[in-house]
């Protein structure tokens, strides 16, 4: 028996050391050690001249806010940027993820599209066939490394508390006023971490957090968020939740708290994946939560459901607009701990592009892989552009073998965790690079029939979502650009001659709503118009269509879009965002059919601004996210000191005109 026992372990060993050498050639993508605390990152992004440093005394009141949006604005996404001197003892940093190539730095591989890869992987190797004992011999140097990648508590204290302030001041934190409506100053990066009061899963995720005293915050957690979920379960419980908030450290930590992640699926065991190595963990010293070793920052608290809820926001949000004040919980910070060379992280959010969107493509690329191999098998590539906001436009690709397909995966990806948020997705077969969207579009302008492609659905909306005329319930679009099957066709399809460009011109003399015109895409050969209106109080879409028709050349136009009259038409990027922001798709799209083969069915898409007296809203309806005109005028002057090189305008510049009042709500 022993003897057997020595055979098996070693055969184990020897198979262990194998997978070991094997596994090794796979992880040479991962370039960098885990980071022990932002410092480190700080340096890495120094020496490959991914960070400026500033020390020139700039405000966390809304100065560090204008001039973070010039440089993420720029292309490629600028650089980082550390303020050392903004009136506190911690410097801040900004912008860190905010390109693609910090992106991978920050997780520490040379391409987002390496971590996909490697997770596909792991999850076929997984679910392969394990009948016989050397099939499962196989898995145990898999099973070991996954469990190496598990999260460890350590005893004694973490560097995340060589500084313990048990009389906490958030004060005495660099944190951010953003935006000028903003409802006050906001902890924009934190991982906030719950656990769930009857199994006791840990939770990190990440909700915004308004500072409102020296010991107390709003949690701005949605009701879909699984931290709403605990909180739901200590109030059944009648108990006090504890709470712990984690800034800093690793920056897998930060990426994991925004992760899509099943409930079950602990967010540092994902970080330990993306570090290769286990995030150590220690206990907090006024609750019974654990939270990493290696944090700048711990503010440590609870929540106690008993109490009456805290009037929170506004808050310039990512959807490029204000998400207006409402009711959430309070959080009581009851010690404050920190690293002595502690770095605050910071970010802003607003019209895009943002340091955001490189979140959000790593989140792409990231998980691709498990929700081809575990929910929609033909998904072959997805892309959420910025201007969608992460969940107003969705563009997926399949690999299209039977009719109604396209359908089928639209259904799918609604059911799936927070693609349920989804307001418009568009299903395409064609092959064509993300980037290139310009062609992506021309192709689907081509083949998409408005009559047939389109379908409407209904469901669970975003929290921020101000479009829909019900809070967080509204319609969906799901658009099927995949090439037809003959039973997916209804009728003939019909290659029609676009219309001559000067034609346009006449527009706004046939139909006096129509104050701006721009028919570039139609010379560049895509079926798209797009129309600044002054609508009036008496506007009827329905009317407003009809009276457009009449103009000739626009009956050989697919796709027209109309946008307050205040929106530059120039950059097709802004005009996606402000259309797919601003509309609920069965309330605000017009379908045309077509009379006759010589034309074309049309979608017509009110993406303006919705009015009780006009569209019969009632909600409040919020301003677009812009800085205010003193800031703006006080960068201006600093930007000499702040060694950013030549002087960046204000990207606010170009949306002042669509602000109607002053403050969150539009008048």
């Not at 190539?101 to 971590?115: K, Q, Y």
């Not at 070991?144 to 598990?150: G, H």
């Not at 066709?489 to 001559?500: A, C, F, M, T």
């Not at 000067?502 to 706004?508: A, R, V």
Request: hydrophobic content about 40%; glycine content about 8%; overall charge negative.
């Amino acid at each position: 028996m022993l003897h057997r026992d020595k055979l098996l372990k070693a055969l184990f060993d020897a198979v262990l050391l194998l997978f070991q050498l094997r596994t090794n050639s796979i992880d040479t993508k991962v370039f960098s050690m885990p980071y022990n605390g932002l410092n480190d990152f700080v340096l890495l992004l120094e020496q490959k001249d991914e960070l400026i440093r500033i020390d020139h005394k700039v405000d966390t009141f809304l100065e560090i806010t204008e001039i973070a949006d010039r440089i993420s604005k720029s292309p490629s996404g600028g650089k980082a940027l550390l303020f050392e001197n903004n009136g506190t003892s911690f410097p801040l940093l900004i912008n860190a993820f905010g390109s693609k190539d910090r992106m991978c730095l920050a997780l520490g591989h040379h391409s987002l599209d390496d971590i996909g890869k490697e997770l596909e992987l792991l999850f076929k190797q997984l679910a392969g066939p394990s009948e016989n004992l050397l099939d499962k011999l196989k898995l145990l140097p898999l099973l070991s490394r996954i469990s190496s990648w598990m999260p460890k508590k350590k005893r004694g204290r973490g560097k995340c508390q060589e500084v313990v302030l048990n009389h906490p001041d958030l004060a005495l934190l660099p944190v951010l006023t953003c935006w000028p409506a903003d409802g006050g100053p906001f902890i924009t990066l934190p991982g906030v971490v719950t656990r769930d009061p009857e199994t006791g899963v840990r939770n990190v995720g990440m909700y915004r957090m308004q500072v409102l005293e020296a010991d107390l915050t709003g949690m701005h957690w949605h009701k879909h968020k699984t931290g709403a979920r605990h909180y739901q379960g200590y109030k059944k419980l009648g108990q006090r939740m504890p709470v712990s908030v984690v800034l800093g450290g690793d920056p897998a930590y930060t990426y994991a708290a925004t992760a899509p992640l099943p409930d079950q699926i602990d967010e540092y065991m994902l970080a330990g994946f993306l570090r290769k190595k286990k995030v150590e963990l220690v206990q907090c010293l006024t609750n019974d939560l654990e939270v990493p070793d290696d944090a700048d920052f711990i503010l440590e608290g609870y929540i106690d459901p008993s109490e009456e809820l805290v009037w929170e926001g506004p808050f310039g949000d990512h959807t490029g607009f204000y998400s207006l004040a409402d009711w959430y919980p309070k959080f009581h910070v009851t010690c404050i701990t920190h690293r002595r060379d502690a770095i605050y992280p910071a970010t802003i959010v607003g019209i895009p592009p943002m340091e955001d969107a490189y979140i959000g493509l790593a989140t792409e690329k990231i998980f691709l892989s498990p929700m081809k191999l575990t929910l929609i098998p033909e998904l072959k590539d997805l892309f959420l552009p910025p201007e969608g906001v992460a969940h107003n436009l969705t563009l997926a690709r399949i690999e299209k073998s039977y009719a109604g397909q396209a359908l089928k995966t639209m259904n799918a990806m609604w059911g799936a965790g927070q693609m349920m948020f989804n307001k418009i997705m568009v299903v395409t077969d064609q092959t064509n690079p993300w980037d290139n969207l310009e062609s992506f579009v021309r192709q689907i302008s081509k083949s998409f029939d408005p009559v047939q492609d389109i379908v409407f659905s209904a469901g669970p909306m975003d929290v921020l979502d101000h479009s829909s005329a019900k809070f967080a319930f509204g319609s969906k679009m799901g658009i099927d650009a995949t090439t037809k099957f003959p039973e997916e066709l209804d009728g003939l399809e019909q290659e029609v001659n676009l219309s001559d460009p000067s034609d346009f011109d006449k527009i706004s003399v046939a139909v006096p709503l129509v104050y701006s015109v721009n028919y570039s895409l139609l010379e560049r050969g895509i079926s798209i118009l797009i129309l600044g209106v002054d609508k009036g109080v008496d506007f009827s879409l329905s009317s407003f269509t009809a009276q457009l028709l009449q103009v000739k050349s626009v009956q050989r136009v697919k796709l027209i879009l109309l946008v307050d009259k205040a929106l530059p038409l120039d950059s097709l990027q802004e005009v996606v965002w402000y259309v797919t922001g601003n509309i609920d798709p069965k309330r605000d799209c017009k379908i045309v059919k077509a009379t006759d083969f010589q034309s074309f069915s049309q979608l017509v898409v009110d993406g303006t601004r919705k009015t009780g007296p006009a569209d019969g809203f009632q909600r409040d309806w919020p301003n677009p996210v812009v800085s205010a005109p003193e800031t703006i005028r006080k960068i201006d002057a600093m930007w000499p000191n702040l060694g950013l090189g030549e002087p960046i305008a204000s990207p606010s510049l170009r949306y002042f005109p669509l602000q109607r009042g002053v403050g969150a709500v539009s008048e």
